[in-house]
């Protein structure tokens, strides 16, 4: 009997998406410094924008995670047009 195939979430990721998140609050150079690979925008409504490329489902947990273990507060994610 033939094993089923398992399709990996990876596998169906579509190269480098870029995602924003909204934070919660102004961030400092530390915290920020955990994000190398995102981008700040202004900050003007007191809350503070990241943005950037992720390389799939995974990176986007660890993501997710790291803003967790900093005791940050994600309002909003959401993925950004090509």
Known sequence: MKEPTVVRPESN?????RYAFL???ALSDRV??????L????VT?????????VDG???????LARFDALGL???EMRR???
């Open 13 to 17: 990721w579509p190269g480098k998406v």
């Open 32 to 37: 920020l410094a955990a994000f190398p690979e």
């Open 45 to 53: 409504t007191g809350d503070t924008t990241l943005y950037g490329p």
């Open 57 to 63: 489902p995974s990176d986007l947990r660890g993501m």
């Open 73 to 75: 507060t994600v309002i």
């Open 23 to 25: 934070i919660s609050g």
């Open 39 to 42: 981008d700040v925008s202004d």
């Open 80 to 82: 950004l047009p090509d």
